[in-house]
C-alpha cells in the first residue's frame, strides 16, 4: 500500500488553528502518512465571494498554519483545472497511482452533500469520513444523501482500516467543538492577505510557483 493520503478542501480564507486542530486528530485517527488542504480556486456552489482573497495568499496562509507537521498545503486544482471534486479525485488518482486516498469533510458540507456533483460517484471513488461539526450534526444526519449512503456506514472504531473498506463507505468522527472561524478574522482584519502580497508561494505538492 503506498502513501496514505487524507484530502480535505476549502477556501482557507485564511487557514486558522481550527483548521489545523482538526486535521492533526484526523491524521491521528486515521493513522494518515499525510494530510493535504486543497485550497480550492473556487466553490462551484457559492458566489463569487467579494471578501475572497487571492488564491496564493490563501494557500500561503495554509502553509503557515500547516508547518511542522503532517499537512501539506495545496493549490493543485487550478494545476489540474478541476472545477468539481469527482473530477479533481479523479485526476489525483490518476496522478498519484501510488497513494491511498480518503477524503474528509465537515458534517456541514455532508448536510448539503446532495448537491454536490456526482455525489454518488465521490463515494464511490474513495472513503470519506466525516467530521462532526456542532450546529450541523442533525441535519447532516437527516440529509437527503444519508439516506443513500446510511447503509454504507462503518463505525468509526474500524477508521484505522479506512483503506481496507469496500467501496462506498462512510464513517463519521467526533471531535470537539472549536469556536475559530476564517470569517471571524476576517472582519477582525480585513486586510490580513495583504501581508502575503509580495512572497513566492511554491506548492508544498506541486513544487509550482504561485
Known amino acids: 500500500m503506498g502513501k496514505t493520503t487524507g484530502l480535505l478542501g476549502g477556501s482557507f480564507n485564511p487557514a486558522h488553528g481550527g483548521h489545523r486542530d482538526i486535521s492533526l486528530f484526523t491524521c491521528d485517527a486515521l493513522d494518515l502518512d499525510e494530510l493535504w488542504w486543497l485550497v480550492s480556486p473556487g466553490n462551484p456552489l457559492k458566489d463569487k465571494a467579494r471578501d475572497m482573497a487571492p488564491l496564493k495568499a490563501r494557500l500561503a496562509s495554509a502553509q503557515k498554519m500547516s508547518r511542522r507537521s503532517r499537512i501539506r ?53 474513495m472513503p470519506i469520513v466525516v467530521i462532526a461539526r456542532p450546529g450541523y450534526n442533525e441535519s447532516a444526519l437527516m440529509a437527503p444523501a444519508m439516506a443513500w449512503l446510511r447503509r454504507y456506514m462503518r463505525p468509526a472504531r474500524e477508521v484505522r482500516q479506512w483503506a481496507e473498506w469496500s467501496l462506498p463507505a462512510i464513517t463519521i468522527l467526533r471531535f470537539r467543538a472549536d469556536s475559530r472561524s476564517a470569517t471571524a478574522i476576517r472582519r477582525a482584519n480585513p486586510e490580513w492577505y495583504s501581508e502575503y502580497a509580495d512572497r513566492l508561494v511554491r506548492d508544498d505538492v506541486t513544487r509550482s510557483l504561485l
Open 73 to 125: 498545503a495545496t493549490a493543485i486544482e487550478s494545476e489540474l483545472g478541476t472545477r468539481y471534486t469527482i473530477d479533481t479525485l479523479r485526476e489525483l488518482k490518476k496522478r498519484y497511482p501510488d497513494r491511498q486516498f480518503v477524503w474528509i469533510m465537515g458534517a456541514d458540507n455532508l448536510a448539503i452533500f446532495h448537491k454536490w456533483r456526482a455525489w454518488r460517484d465521490i463515494s464511490r471513488e
